[in-house]
Nanobody, 120 residues
Framework: QVQVAEFGGGLVQPGGSLRLSCEASGNIFSIYATGWYRQAPGKQRELVAAITAGGSTNYTDSVKGRFAISRNNARNTVYLQMNSLKPEDTAVYYC??????????????WGQGTQVTVSS
């Protein structure tokens, strides 16, 4: 089993920056990838960025060049650095970890979410 918890949301002005943290616990060595998702009111949850255990990353087009995902293995933490924030980045941000439950199966775990509001 793996658990994740998010930290670092808040209110920021347009053009500002925030850093979100996702701390993992439990069987962390079974984690295949960690991703940040977001869900704005009335919209579907979407993948923002993800990083695999091997360090490969991917981003949704709308955040490329502004957001950066990284990991600190010593702290079991994945970060999402968000720069040049726009009002349309306003959403609840969720951390997701996909992990192996056996050699042939995987499962997902989600954090409780953290609110990011970009407004003047």
């Amino acid at each position: 089993q793996v658990q994740v918890a998010e930290f670092g949301g808040g209110l920021v002005q347009p053009g500002g920056s925030l850093r979100l943290s996702c701390e993992a616990s439990g069987n962390i060595f079974s984690i295949y990838a960690t991703g940040w998702y977001r869900q704005a009111p009335g919209k579907q949850r979407e993948l923002v960025a993800a990083i695999t255990a091997g360090g490969s990353t991917n981003y949704t087009d709308s955040v490329k060049g502004r957001f950066a995902i990284s990991r600190n293995n010593a702290r079991n933490t994945v970060y999402l650095q968000m720069n040049s924030l726009k009002p349309e980045d306003t959403a609840v941000y969720y951390c997701n970890a996909r992990y192996y439950t056996s050699s042939y199966s995987m499962d997902d775990t989600w954090g409780q979410g953290t609110q990011v509001t970009v407004s003047s």
